[in-house]
């Protein structure tokens, strides 16, 4: 079983930059796909960035060229870079591992 933990979320003003890391109690390793989510108020959880096990990613379109997922087994964490925040990306942002490990959110607000 595999918990994730989120950190790294925070205020930022429009146009600014956040980390996200997920670290996770066991192992990550590239047998399981991982990736982040977003909920904002009274939306459903959407998918931002996944990593497959075969190693690709996928961005969902509207972050594309901004936003950036990486992995380092090493220290079994994945980290999601955010670039250009808008105000509409305010949002709880999830981490996830296969097959269905989700970490409990942490918040991230873009000011305008």
């Known amino acids: 079983q595999v918990q994730p933990v989120e950190s790294g979320g925070g205020l930022v003003q429009a146009g600014g930059s956040l980390r996200l890391s997920c670290a996770a109690s066991g192992t990550i390793s590239s047998a399981r796909a991982m990736g982040w989510y977003r909920q904002a108020p009274g939306n459903q959880r959407e998918r931002v960035a996944l990593l497959t096990i075969s190693g690709g990613t996928i961005y969902a379109d509207d972050v594309k060229g901004r936003f950036a997922i990486s992995r380092d087994n090493a220290k079994n964490t994945i980290y999601l870079q955010m670039n250009s925040l808008k105000h509409e990306e305010t949002a709880v942002y999830y981490c996830?591992?296969?097959?269905?490990?989700w970490g409990q959110g942490t918040q991230v607000t873009v000011s305008e």
């Open positions: 996830w591992t296969s097959p269905n490990n």
